[in-house]
């Protein structure tokens, strides 16, 4: 990635949190995004791999694609995805995967300040977005 292209980034991320940068903990999320109320299962579209059907990945693909839809009209989406990049392992914030924000913390050298899920949803060690 180009630094003018890092930079572009960093801008649009800073710029949803008000100025602040990354190196700046956000340490909640914020609480008032398009995704409060919604059913939770959307952002956190998990199954178990081994035994898995194909229906219920297709499920988890659907959820996925409609989770994403709903973050890019949320006004909160960078403080999510902020929230997202330096404290969550798992689900979606502000439309990013949890593959995507990984890629993005390799390239932007974001520190991932906590591993492990703290709420347990469902049988699922995850953090409700909300």
Same mark, same amino acid.
């Given at each position: 990635?180009?630094?003018?292209? #890092?930079? &572009?980034? =960093?801008?649009?991320?800073?710029?949803?949190?008000?100025? *602040?940068?990354?190196?700046?903990?956000? /340490?909640?999320?914020?609480?008032?995004?398009?995704?409060?109320?919604?059913?939770?299962?959307?952002?956190?579209?998990?199954?178990?791999?081994?035994?898995?059907?194909? #229906?219920? &990945?297709? =499920?988890?693909?659907?959820?996925?694609?409609?989770?994403? *839809?709903?973050?890019?009209?949320?006004? /909160?989406?960078?403080?999510?995805?902020?929230?997202?990049?330096?404290?969550?392992?798992?689900?979606?914030?502000?439309?990013?995967?949890?593959?995507?924000?990984?890629?993005?913390?390799?390239?932007?050298?974001?520190?991932?300040?906590?591993?492990?899920?703290?709420?347990?949803?469902?049988?699922? /060690?995850?953090?409700?977005?909300?």
């Amino acid at each position: 990635m180009q630094k003018d292209e #890092e930079q &572009i980034f =960093r801008n649009k991320i800073s710029h949803g949190l008000d100025g *602040k940068v990354l190196s700046i903990p956000t /340490n909640t999320p914020p609480t008032d995004g398009a995704c409060v109320g919604k059913n939770v299962s959307l952002w956190f579209p998990y199954f178990d791999k081994e035994t898995a059907t194909g #229906e219920i &990945i297709r =499920r988890a693909q659907r959820n996925s694609i409609v989770a994403k *839809k709903i973050c890019t009209t949320c006004e /909160n989406q960078m403080k999510c995805l902020a929230y997202g990049l330096q404290h969550e392992v798992w689900g979606i914030w502000g439309g990013y995967t949890e593959r995507e924000r990984k890629s993005l913390r390799r390239k932007f050298k974001i520190v991932l300040l906590r591993r492990e899920p703290i709420i347990n949803i469902d049988g699922m /060690n995850l953090k409700q977005c909300q």
